[in-house]
């Protein structure tokens, strides 16, 4: 959040990282049931794969970077003509 509000604040918007975070917390609460669903409907599916990522993550508080995972479930069976469309869905804990 922290260089997004940086970004605005060039553009002569002044906008709190705290602002920021709250309201991308509130986006997440008001979207977490098409995310319960998507997920849902991936996991009935006969195929799978899974992602582990790494990226690094800004620590603010210690002013370093920690080691962080994305995780991304995903289903595509167009190639083997399957009829499920293909979906994926990304977690970061």
């Known amino acids: ?17 705290l602002t920021l ?3 991308i917390g509130r986006a997440a ?4 049931p098409v995310y319960d669903a998507l997920t849902a409907d ?3 599916s006969g195929k799978l794969f899974m992602d582990e990522t790494v990226a690094p993550v800004l620590d603010p ?8 995972y994305f995780w ?3 289903r595509d069976d167009r190639p083997w003509s399957g009829d499920d469309p ?4 990304f977690t970061y804990p």
């Open 1 to 17: 959040m922290y260089r997004q509000a940086q970004v605005y604040s060039r553009q002569g918007i002044d906008l709190d990282h």
């Open 21 to 23: 975070a709250a309201w």
């Open 29 to 32: 609460f008001e979207l977490r």
């Open 42 to 44: 991936l996991k009935r």
């Open 61 to 68: 508080g210690r002013k370093k970077t920690k080691t962080g």
């Open 72 to 74: 991304a479930l995903a």
């Open 86 to 89: 293909p979906g994926v869905a």
